[in-house]
C-alpha cells in the first residue's frame, strides 16, 4: 500500500507571553510526531484535549507552519512550497472543522460556501459548476434548492454535512476530520459517521480522523495512533489495540469507556490527575506522572517509539506489563433499590400488554412472538 | 457586496436584493431613518430655491427679528433669513458630515483590517500610530490638522476624516481579530483562497456592521466637529452658512431670548443625526442573513 501523506519528526512549539524583561513561555504542543498515512486508509489519531492532535492535523496540511520537521503529501515537501504550488496541492488535501457553528461563513449562501473551491481552482463553466453544488449538496443528504440558503438556517448535523460538502468539492483524496462529529448530538453523531464512511468509499478517500471518543474511532478506523503530550505513545491496527492496548495510557483511555450492560461494569483503574502542561513537560517519559507501573527509569529515560509486531509503542516495560482485557467485565452484586426498580418495570409492562391485548385483541398473536422477561 | 460566484450571482441576484429593501423597509426605525435622510439630502439639493430669500443677503431692517409670516425662522444678527440659511446650509453640513466620514473610513478600514489580519510588524506599526493619534482629542485633532491644511470647507472636510480615522482603524482592527479566529477563516485558507480573498469575502462582510453603524454615529460627530472649525473659521467661509457656524453664533443671542438663531439649525443637526443613526441600525440588521 503506498503512502500519501508523511510526517516526519513533526515539531510545533508555540511562544506565549514573554515581554521585554522576562523570556516567554514554549508551549511544546507537537514534540517530534513522525507517522504515515497509507492510500486508503482510515487513520484514527487520538488523545486529551491538549495532548496536540489537532496540531498535528493542521501541521498535516501546513495550515500552521512547524518549528521543525517535514510533511510529504506523495514525496512532495510541503513546507518548500511557495503559495501557488501550495494551492494546487489543497485541491487534493482538505479538512473537516469541529465546530459546525464557526466552520462556515455566516454571510455566504450554501452555494457559495460549497461552490467557492471549484470557483477557486477553476473547475468547469459557471453552469457546470452550479450543477455540481446542486450535485454535491444532494450526496451529503441536502436539497440542492437548499443552495439560496444562509448556514443560520440548519442545524448542526446539517451544517457539518455542509462542510463535508465542501470539503469533497475539489476532489480532494485526503481528508482530515477534525473531532469531525464532536459538538453534535450522538443521535446525529451516527449519521455523519455514516456519510463519512460511504463518501469514503464513493470518492476513494484516505480519512485522518482527529477524535478523543474511542468508540467513533473503534467504528470506523482502520489505524490508530495514540497521543500524549504532543508525543505518539502508541500505533496498532484498531482490532489489535482494542483487543490488547500496549501502552498504560491507552489502557487507561479504554477502560475509561462504559460499558453499555446493566449490572456489569468494566474493571478499570482511572487515570487521576490532570495532563502536566506541555510548557513545561515531564522529565523522561512524559506519562509517568500518571502511570500506575511507573519506575525510577522512566523518570530518566524518555522512551522511543518500538516495534512490538506490526505496531509501535513507546514504553519501557510493555512487555513485562500484566496483560491487559480491555473490557473484562465483572457484575456488580444486585441492590435492593435495583430490585424494586425492576419490579416496577415489569409490572408496568405487563400491564400495557394486558391493556393492548384488551384494546386490539388481534394483536396478541404478534405481540406473542416477541421475546418476553 | 457583490458575490464572486457567478453559479449563484446569476440566478439570485434578484432575490437577496429584493429581501435586503424589504427587510430595511419593513423595520420602522429604519424607514424613519431613511426618510429623515432622504428628506435632508432633498433641502440640499432644491431646498434653497424655495424661499425667497437670499441666504447672504444682509438687510439692517430686520437685524435679529423672532420668527414671523415673512421669515418663518426669523432672522439673524445681520439680518438674514434663517430658514434660508438653514436650508443653503445643509448641503455644506451634510457634505461635511458624509464626506469627512467616507475619508475617515477609507483610511482607517483598510489600515485596521491590515493590521488585524496580518498581525506582526503590520500590526505594531499600525497600532501604535493609532495609539499615538488617539490621544490628542478628535476636536483638537481636527482643528491642528486644519489650520495646517488651511481654511476652506474641503480642508476641513479632509482634517476631520484624518481625526477620526483611528476610530475605525481601532474599530476595524478589533473586529478583524475577532472574526480571524473563527473556523471558517481557516476553512478558507484550507481550500486555498489567497489572502486578498479572505479578506473580501470572509473578513469585511464580517465586520462590515459594527463599522457601518459607527460611521452613522461618527457623521453626527463629524457635523459638529465641522461647526467648530467654522467657528474658528477653518470651515465653511462666511457669508456662506453651515449649521455648525450658524449655530455658534447663535448660541451668543439665547440669553437675551433670541433662541431661533440657534434653535433652528440645532433642531436640523439633531434629526440629521437621529436620521443617520436610526439608518444605520437598520442597515445592519438588514444585511445580516441571520435577521429575518
Redesign the interface.
Known amino acids: 500500500m503506498s503512502t500519501i501523506l508523511e510526517a516526519t519528526d513533526l515539531t510545533k512549539h508555540f511562544r506565549s507571553g514573554g515581554g521585554l524583561f522576562h523570556k516567554p513561555t514554549i508551549v511544546r504542543a507537537v514534540d517530534g510526531v513522525s507517522f504515515a498515512v497509507r492510500t486508503g486508509e482510515t487513520l484514527a489519531i487520538v488523545g486529551e484535549s491538549g495532548c496536540g492532535k489537532s496540531t498535528v492535523g493542521r501541521l498535516a496540511l501546513r495550515l500552521l507552519e512547524a518549528t521543525s520537521g517535514s510533511v510529504k503529501f506523495e514525496g512532495k515537501d510541503l513546507a518548500s512550497m511557495d503559495e501557488d504550488a501550495l494551492r494546487g496541492l489543497r485541491r487534493e488535501m482538505q479538512m473537516v472543522f469541529q465546530d459546525p457553528f464557526s466552520s462556515l461563513n455566516p454571510r455566504m449562501t450554501l452555494g457559495d460556501i460549497v461552490g467557492e473551491p471549484l470557483w477557486l481552482h477553476g473547475m468547469g463553466s459557471a453552469r457546470e459548476r452550479r450543477e455540481r453544488t446542486r450535485e454535491l449538496l444532494s450526496i451529503v443528504g441536502l436539497r440542492p434548492e437548499h443552495a439560496q440558503r444562509y448556514p443560520h438556517e440548519f442545524s448542526g448535523g446539517q451544517r457539518q454535512r455542509i462542510g463535508i460538502a465542501r470539503a469533497l468539492a475539489s476532489n480532494p483524496r485526503l481528508v482530515i476530520g477534525d473531532e469531525p462529529v464532536s459538538a453534535l448530538d450522538v443521535s446525529i453523531q451516527a449519521q455523519v459517521i455514516n456519510l463519512l464512511e460511504d463518501l469514503k468509499d464513493r470518492f476513494s478517500l484516505t480519512l485522518v480522523i482527529i477524535a478523543h471518543d474511542l468508540a467513533v474511532i473503534r467504528h470506523m478506523s482502520d489505524r490508530v495512533i495514540v497521543m500524549y503530550l504532543g508525543k505518539i505513545v502508541e500505533t496498532a491496527p484498531t482490532a489489535a489495540l482494542y483487543a490488547e492496548p500496549l501502552h498504560p495510557y491507552t489502557r487507561a483511555l479504554l477502560a475509561a469507556i462504559p460499558l453499555p450492560a446493566p449490572g456489569l461494569r468494566a474493571e478499570r483503574k482511572l487515570l487521576e490527575g490532570d495532563i502536566p502542561s506541555p510548557a513545561n513537560p515531564p522529565s523522561g517519559c512524559r506519562f509517568h506522572t500518571r502511570c500506575p507501573f511507573a519506575q525510577a527509569r522512566c523518570r530518566e529515560e524518555e522512551p522511543a517509539l518500538r516495534d512490538a509486531g506490526g505496531r509501535e509503542v513507546a514504553c519501557h516495560f510493555y512487555e513485562t506489563l500484566p496483560r491487559a482485557d480491555a473490557e473484562r467485565a465483572v457484575a456488580i452484586p444486585e441492590s435492593a433499590a435495583k430490585r424494586r426498580r425492576m419490579a416496577l418495570y415489569r409490572e408496568h409492562r405487563d400491564r400495557q400488554e394486558s391493556d393492548a391485548a384488551a384494546a386490539a385483541p388481534a394483536a396478541t398473536a404478534g405481540r406473542a412472538l416477541e421475546p418476553s422477561a | 457586496?457583490s458575490?464572486?460566484?457567478?453559479?449563484?450571482a446569476?440566478?439570485?441576484a434578484a432575490?437577496p436584493r429584493s429581501r435586503f429593501w424589504g427587510k430595511l423597509l419593513r423595520n420602522r426605525s429604519a424607514a424613519i431613518g431613511l426618510t429623515l435622510v432622504g428628506l435632508f439630502l432633498l433641502l440640499a439639493i432644491v431646498g434653497p430655491s424655495l424661499v425667497p430669500w437670499d441666504p447672504i443677503a444682509t438687510s439692517w431692517t430686520t437685524v435679529r427679528k423672532p420668527p414671523s409670516a415673512a421669515h418663518w425662522f426669523g432672522t439673524d444678527e445681520l439680518g438674514r433669513d434663517v430658514l434660508a440659511r438653514v436650508l443653503s446650509g445643509a448641503r455644506a453640513s451634510l457634505t461635511a458630515g458624509v464626506i469627512s466620514v467616507s475619508i475617515a473610513v477609507a483610511i482607517g478600514g483598510p489600515l485596521g483590517v491590515a493590521a488585524g489580519y496580518f498581525g506582526g510588524w503590520t500590526d505594531t506599526i499600525i497600532s501604535r500610530c493609532t495609539e499615538a493619534l488617539l490621544a490628542c482629542p478628535f476636536l483638537i485633532l481636527a482643528i491642528a490638522l486644519g489650520s495646517v491644511l488651511g481654511a476652506s470647507l474641503t480642508n476641513a472636510m479632509i482634517a476631520i476624516g484624518i481625526a477620526a480615522a483611528p476610530i475605525f482603524i481601532r474599530l476595524t482592527r478589533g473586529q478583524t481579530l475577532s472574526v480571524k479566529t473563527?473556523?471558517?477563516v481557516?476553512?478558507?485558507?484550507?481550500?486555498?483562497?489567497?489572502h486578498r480573498?479572505i479578506i473580501a469575502?470572509?473578513i469585511i462582510?464580517?465586520i462590515f456592521a459594527p463599522i457601518l453603524v459607527q460611521a452613522t454615529l461618527i457623521v453626527a460627530q463629524a457635523i459638529i466637529a465641522e461647526a467648530s472649525l467654522s467657528f474658528l473659521g477653518l470651515g465653511q467661509q462666511p457669508p456662506a452658512p453651515s449649521w455648525g457656524a450658524m449655530l455658534s453664533t447663535g448660541k451668543n443671542f439665547v440669553q437675551q431670548g433670541q433662541w431661533w438663531m440657534s434653535v433652528f439649525p440645532g433642531v436640523a443637526i439633531f434629526f440629521t443625526v437621529l436620521g443617520f443613526n436610526l439608518l444605520g441600525d437598520g442597515l445592519r440588521d438588514a444585511l445580516d442573513?441571520?435577521e429575518s
Not at chain 2, 458575490?3 to 449563484?8: G, N, P, Q, R, V
Not at chain 2, 481557516?186 to 489567497?194: C, D, K, N, Q, T
Request: glycine share 6%.
Open positions: 457586496m458575490i464572486a460566484l457567478e453559479s449563484a446569476q440566478q439570485e432575490v473563527e473556523d471558517f481557516e476553512g478558507a485558507r484550507a481550500i486555498g483562497l489567497p480573498w469575502r470572509y462582510p464580517n442573513p441571520r
